[in-house]
Structure formats: C-alpha cells, structure tokens
C-alpha cells in the first residue's frame, strides 16, 4: 500500500501530534488539508496552461464505526484552530441535502459580507460526519449532484427556486465527509460518478485504530506560526499557483498514469479516479500555499502524487467487486459437515471427532451415502473404536480394512508425490486421495481453461497498473 508523504507544515504538525491518537495519521493530514483549501480557497487559485480553477480539495474518511474517523476531524481541528483564526467557527456547516440549500446558504453569506471590509466572503466548509443520511435525502434532488459539479468546479451557482433569483459566482465550498464502506458501495452509485458527480471526491480508506495505554492524555501544542503567516499570506491578495520548471517532467508523468490507468480500469472502478491529474495539481498548490509559494516545486508535486495515488487505490479496493452480484452462501448439509470432519483427520475419523460436531448419531452418519463406518479392535486397552472413512470412487462398494499404521504412511507418501511429475501407477494411487472441495457444491466439471496469448505482456502495456 502507498504511504503518503505528511509534507510541509500541516505534515509536520500531524506528525508531532499523531503518537498521541488513536486514529490513523492519514484521516487527520487528509482533513486538514481540506480545511485549508476551503480556508485559502476565496483568493488562492491553480493555473496550468493557461486555466486557472480553484484549489478546493473535496475529502472522505472511508472506515467502519469507531475506526477513529471523527477523532481524525477533531485532530484537524486542533492543528488549525489558531492559525485559521476565525474561519472554521465562522464558515463551517452541515446537513446541506439540496442543491437549493446549498446555493442558499453561499448566497446568504455572500449577502452577509458584501458590505464588509474584505467585501464578498463566499467560502464554505461543509463536514457531514454522518453522510450517509445525507446520501439518502439528496436522492430525491435531481438538481443536487448538478449544482455539486459546479460548486467543485467553481463556476456560477444559481437558485430560481426562490422568489428572489439567487446568484453565487466563484463559489468556495468544501466537502469533507465520513462514510463507512458498505455504505460507499451502495449509496455512492456508478451511475453518479460516471456523471462526475461523486469523482471529485477523494476517498481514503482509513488503517487500523491504535490503541493508547492512557487516553486521559491531550494533544500536544503544535507550533502554528508558519501556517499563520501562510494564510495571511494567501488571503491577502488573489494569488494564482503555478507549476515550477523543475516539476514539470513529473507533471507529464502524472497525466499520463491517469490516462493510462483509467483506460485498463473497469469502467466501474476508472469512472472514480478520472480526476487524478487535477486532483494532484490541486493537492499541490495547498501545498504551496502553505509554504507561501506561488510555485509549485517538484518536491510538492511528488508529495501531492503520493497522497492522490493513495486515494486512487484505496477507491479500487472500495469499488472492487462492484459489478459482481453477492452470492448467498448455502448452509453445509449433513455429509459435508461429516466429510470435513473426516477430512480434517486426513480421512479416518474416530466418533468422538464426529458425531459431536456435525449433531448427528452414528446409525445417522452410516446412512450416508459413501460414509463407510467400521469398528477397530486393533487398540490395546479399551473398546473398540467407531471409526468413519469416505468410500473412494475407484473401490467399488467393498468394505475397507481397518486402517493401520502402514496404511496411514502410504497415504501420506500419495500426498506428498502429487509435486512429483506423476507416472501411471502415482495417478491412479492420487485418485484415492479424497479432498474436501470435493464435496462443496459446485457447478458441472467445465472444460480446462485454454490460456489466452497475449499480443504482449501485461506489465509493457500499462507500467502503471503495479502502482496500485
């Protein structure tokens, strides 16, 4: 799995701060860097060739209850409270399910700072800790994914909806949510995203939760002076970020991955990454604003890969499968719970092996069909044991002997030859061995597959597909 590089200073305060949380270091660097954005993202913006777009970065914490998603947010919090000053107790928001509510909520505050002294303010956070319910209600919204496009894209957002028209341009809003992965599955649709309605979301599939020996213990002060000075910096004036000479190699590498690998993917899984490159470009101009650089270096770009190309991963394993209908597993009938029991002892099963585990009697099990059960008096002291075997195929419906130690060699050696190239006599000897897939149910034998010949080898046509 990619390890992201925790660059600059938010990297740097995630670090110091991480030993101290049971929560993955990754959910709280992606946080925090989309509350930047959403900090800087009134005046900072990202140009190459000649276009320049916002630098918003939409996030989500992918991971199951209590796998440190809303720990994560509030270790953001902590690293940028300060050096944000008022912004996130004066921009943030939830529960936006309409695309209505979403044009008039900027609107309002557009409304609220035009006469200000910075004038117009239309920057936005919105954290969903809970966004599957959202999920649910924006269903119902036809209009909602359409104004979600351009609200990312940061084009001109309108509301007719209202007796009073309602325009929104340049709009600065920014998505961070958390959603479990089977919620992912079934809420965040193909169909959606082929539309690229939920691509411009970043999704991070979050690790395992650490767990402290004393958890009464608080967050480290982090140092927030560089990051103060930076967004002082970015929201004094409109700045435009622009790549540096000596990232440019690299930029024509990231472009061409995620062509590349969105042209092998399947449609399922390459419909979430389209947005790869921008992705990268926008990660890399937060980067440089947090360093106060209207230049993007090579050091951040590859930074911003680092972390883009783990969100594109981590989106392949969520939607992995996503096109395969889920099977109901069946429930094992009384002869495969006693075959596999007999298996496990490599085919000679006593009854005190069996019949406890399977719930059934021995005149049950001996009712089986090709269950052969036969008594052992070979035991020096006690009685006789009940022993179960599986007839073999090839051995007709003659009883079998008692088994003996002799017996018990000559079938471990049948195993161990199978790695062996295997003459006329070995084959017939390995048809005796009985394997417990066997007995699962399964469909009629197939033909052997034939091996398809590729015009070329896998890895010379996409050098890209073992990054993931």
Request: proline letters at 6%; aromatic letters at 6%; a neutral charge.
């Amino acid at each position: 799995m990619n390890t992201p590089v925790l660059y600059g200073p938010i990297g740097r305060a995630v670090r110091k701060i991480t030993p101290f949380l049971e929560a993955d270091a990754l959910g709280v660097y992606v946080a925090a860097l989309s509350m930047w954005s959403a900090a800087i993202g009134g005046t900072v913006k990202v140009s190459s060739r000649g276009n320049a777009r916002p630098v918003l970065l939409w996030s989500a914490l992918v991971a199951g209850t209590g796998r440190g998603k809303g720990t994560a947010l509030r270790a953001a919090l902590h690293v940028l409270d300060k050096p944000l000053g008022r912004f996130i107790a004066t921009h943030t928001t939830s529960g936006i399910t309409s695309g209505a509510s979403m044009v008039n909520h900027l609107w309002e505050q557009q409304e609220a700072t035009a006469e200000t002294e910075h004038g117009r303010d239309v920057r936005a956070l919105v954290v969903e800790e809970e966004w599957t319910e959202v999920l649910k209600r924006v269903k119902r919204d036809p209009s909602f994914t359409t104004k979600l496009r351009a609200a990312w894209d940061g084009t001109t957002l309108r509301n007719t909806t209202k007796e009073e028209a309602q325009e929104v341009r340049d709009p600065a809003m920014v998505l961070h949510s958390h959603i479990t992965p089977s919620d992912w599955a079934k809420y965040v649709g193909e169909s959606e995203a082929a539309g690229g309605s939920y691509n411009r979301i970043l999704p991070f599939l979050l690790g395992s939760v650490p767990m402290l020996d004393d958890d009464r213990v608080a967050l480290p002060q982090v140092e927030g002076h560089a990051l103060t000075d930076a967004y002082g910096w970015a929201t004094a004036r409109p700045r435009v970020i622009t790549l540096g000479e000596d990232a440019r190699p690299l930029w024509r590498i990231v472009r061409r991955y995620a062509r590349v690998l969105g042209e092998t993917l399947p449609e399922a899984q390459a419909v979430f990454i389209e947005r790869t490159a921008e992705q990268t470009l926008r990660v890399a101009a937060c980067l440089a604003a947090s360093e106060c650089s209207e230049h993007i270096t090579e050091e951040m770009l590859s930074a911003a890969f680092s972390l883009v190309r783990r969100s594109v991963q981590d989106a392949v394993r969520i939607t992995k499968g996503a096109d395969a209908p889920k099977v109901k597993r069946q429930p094992l009938s009384l002869a495969d719970k006693v075959r596999a029991r007999i298996e496990m002892y490599s085919g000679r099963a006593i009854s005190s092996q069996v019949l406890p585990y399977v719930g059934a009697t021995a005149a049950e099990v001996k009712a089986l069909p090709g269950i052969v059960v036969t008594v052992d008096r070979s035991g020096k002291t006690g009685r006789p044991a009940t022993v179960f075997t599986i007839r073999s195929d090839s051995s007709g419906d003659s009883e079998p002997q008692p088994a003996s130690a002799e017996s018990d060699q000559n079938r471990d050696a049948s195993r161990y030859t199978e790695a062996q190239p295997a003459s006329a006599e070995r084959e017939e000897n390995r048809a005796a061995v009985v394997r417990l897939d066997a007995y699962r149910p399964a469909p009629k034998q197939a033909p052997e597959p034939q091996m398809v010949k590729r015009s070329e080898p896998l890895a010379d046509s996409n050098p890209f597909r073992a990054l993931l």
